[in-house]
Nanobody, 123 residues
Framework: QVQLVESGGGLVQPGGSLRLSCAAS????????TGWYRQAPGQQRELVAT???????NSADSVKGRFAISRDNAKNTVYLQMNVLKPEDTAVYYC?????????????????WGQGTQVTVSS
């Protein structure tokens, strides 16, 4: 079983910064792509940024130049540094990880989600 635990959300004024963290624990063989998604009230969940095991990244146009994603493979942790936050960044942010779990029948791929952390940008 794999668990993802997010931290770092909160209330911040426009123009401010926050850093989200997501730590994976459990029977982890390796983590392929991992990243962050967000969902605002009444809207669908959308991609924010992802990072692959080779360090290559992908991010939404709306956050390019403001958000940076990184990962620490030794700690099975992914980070999202959010700068110059805007009110439209307000949402619940979810961590996602494509985890490879070793089992008796071989390696099994799991698509894991965290419980979400609220980010509110308001003056």
């Amino acid at each position: 079983q794999v668990q993802l635990v997010e931290s770092g959300g909160g209330l911040v004024q426009p123009g401010g910064s926050l850093r989200l963290s997501c730590a994976a624990s459990g029977n982890i063989g390796s983590i392929d792509v991992t990243g962050w998604y967000r969902q605002a009230p009444g809207q669908q969940r959308e991609l924010v940024a992802t990072i692959a095991s080779d360090g290559s990244t992908n991010s939404a146009d709306s956050v390019k130049g403001r958000f940076a994603i990184s990962r620490d493979n030794a700690k099975n942790t992914v980070y999202l540094q959010m700068n110059v936050l805007k009110p439209e960044d307000t949402a619940v942010y979810y961590c996602n990880a494509k985890v490879v779990v070793p089992t008796v029948i071989g390696r099994v791929n799991y698509d894991c989600w965290g419980q979400g952390t609220q980010v509110t940008v308001s003056s």
